[in-house]
């Protein structure tokens, strides 16, 4: 018996208090003379109990490693540290709104103390810069139903006229569309009138591809009006399908 093994052998037996003549180690597996075999470290910690301190122990080697209980104890002395010491808070920008919506949400911070002064921060998530006319990659997406057939496109305002080198009003019904639901600021439109003559230099890229509009009070009472005719026609609808569904369940009881 060598040197090294005796050492081992005298470590376990007064460390365990059994009786262990030699470890023999063939891939990470520790055992013992009474058969039993050990494939991890827990394993072995649970089969002995407390009655063995594995702090210090490498199931790899198979040796008590003192260095390796100094780094534990360091370890545990810092997490420790850590806990009493607490982390201080010197982040003071306002929170993000968890909640999913496609819309964005303004977010006010309000405080208990009474010298502070509440502050409210709507563009405190920037947005990411844009490509220049970004809005013609929407160009030739057409909509479709469940039996792939493509929907009628939707006829703009007279009012609504684009801007820009070969936009078209399919595009422009994209651009808007993107921008009420991308952009937290009013749609307008290009205000500039330079825009017109050089848009790839004076175009106002958080605005959709058209030219400044006005909704006026009329613009509006002809958009009620189309909504509620819209709803008239469902409603008339869901009652002829209402009466369909309870004639035909009214035949089947019959049969």
């Not at 490498?58 to 850590?82: I, V």
Request: glycine residues 4%; proline residues 5%.
């Amino acid at each position: 018996m060598s040197t090294t093994t005796a050492y081992r052998t005298r470590t376990i037996r007064k460390k365990a208090r059994v009786a262990v003549h030699k470890v023999h180690y063939r891939t990470h597996t520790l055992e013992i003379p009474t058969g039993k075999k050990f494939r991890s470290k827990p394993q072995l910690s649970r089969y002995l109990g407390n009655a063995v301190d594995l702090g210090c122990f490498d199931f790899r080697t198979g040796k008590m490693m003192p260095s390796k209980l100094q780094k534990n104890k360091q370890r545990l002395r810092n997490e420790n540290f850590n806990l009493f010491k607490g982390k201080p808070d010197l982040n003071t920008s306002l929170p993000i709104r968890q909640t999913a919506s496609i819309f964005k949400q303004p977010v006010t911070k309000v405080v208990n103390h009474p010298s502070n002064k509440v502050k409210s921060d709507p563009q405190r998530s920037s947005e990411q810069p844009r490509q220049l006319f970004w809005e013609k990659r929407l160009k030739g997406l057409r909509s479709s139903d469940v039996t792939e057939e493509v929907l009628r496109t939707m006829e703009l305002p007279k009012g609504l006229q684009s801007v820009g080198p070969a936009t078209t009003d399919e595009t422009l019904l994209s651009a808007i569309a993107s921008a009420l639901h991308m952009s937290s600021t009013p749609i307008t439109g290009q205000t500039s009138a330079a825009a017109e003559k050089n848009p790839a230099v004076w175009l106002n890229t958080s605005q959709p591809l058209c030219k400044a509009f006005v909704v006026t009070d009329e613009d509006i009472r002809e958009q009620e009006l189309k909504v509620h005719r819209a709803r008239k026609s469902l409603e008339e609808a869901l009652m002829v399908d209402g009466l369909a569904r309870a004639a035909e369940s009214t035949r089947d009881t019959d049969i």
